[in-house]
């Protein structure tokens, strides 16, 4: 993992995201996150695998403003953007651009609108592409403009619910690196909370940890832990 305990500190004082015992029961009584604590300690790519009903969706929920926690304690001093597995559930307007002008923020001028669209599509490797109509993209492209969305919106947490799901091994590839070079880069590094059933994703980690019955496990490298789950790949984890 990158960074040193000082490092995170600052970040985790300044602007971090932390749970401490955190609940949360669906109206039908299904407790979806029991006590429920962790920390990111630094901006980079943290990722959560676990099966179904673990609780990594409701999570995610809470974060970004969605829901609100029964009883625990939730600070989050960054700005969520929540990725879907079908970019289509998120991409609402016929061009990329037109699609990217939702997200932006409202006190730009024209020119301000025009280079931001221009520059997070460029982040994305969507370069040149604004006036392309969106139901012309690929699936891995429009994964990628969802994305830019939310580099457009200033978001600096972004919260990727297995957003590889539906994609080509080729695409999975490609918005795994684009999201790992965001969170490394040496200025205004982005903080991604990615949740994933696949183990070789791991491997792009700054840290894993399991979810279990609606708790986060300890962090360890991506590495590591595919190595500890790999005995229980014939079943979801």
């Not at 500190?9 to 429920?36: H, I, R, Y």
């Not at 969520?80 to 998120?90: G, I, R, T, V, W």
């Not at 994703?201 to 840290?207: H, K, R, T």
Request: charged share 20%; aromatic share 4%.
């Amino acid at each position: 993992m990158r960074g040193n305990l000082a490092e995170g500190n600052d970040f985790q004082a300044q602007m971090g995201l932390s749970l401490e015992k955190v609940s949360f029961v669906w109206p039908s009584g299904t407790k979806a996150l029991d006590k429920c604590s962790f920390k990111i300690p630094r901006p980079g790519l943290w990722m959560l695998v676990g099966s179904n009903g673990s609780g990594k969706s409701t999570l995610f929920r809470l974060i970004s403003g969605m829901l609100i926690a029964d009883s625990g304690s939730f600070e989050c001093g960054l700005k969520p953007a929540l990725m879907f597995q079908n970019p289509d559930h998120q991409l609402l307007l016929p061009s990329c651009a037109s699609d990217l002008l939702l997200s932006l923020p409202k006190n730009l001028t024209s020119d301000q609108r025009r280079n931001r669209i221009k520059k997070v599509l460029e982040q994305v490797g969507l370069q040149d592409m604004e006036s392309r109509p969106i139901h012309t993209l690929s699936g891995g492209q429009k994964q990628r403009l969802a994305l830019a969305g939310a580099l457009a919106s200033e978001a600096n947490l972004l919260l990727l619910d297995e957003p590889t799901a539906l994609l080509d091994p080729l695409s999975q590839k490609k918005v795994l690196e684009i999201v790992q070079h965001l969170c490394s880069r040496p200025v205004n590094p982005m903080t991604a909370l990615w949740i994933t059933h696949r183990l070789e994703e791991l491997e792009y980690a700054d840290g894993a940890a399991r979810m279990e019955l609606g708790k986060v496990g300890k962090w360890h490298s991506g590495h590591l832990l595919s190595k500890r789950l790999k005995p229980l790949a014939g079943r979801r984890v």
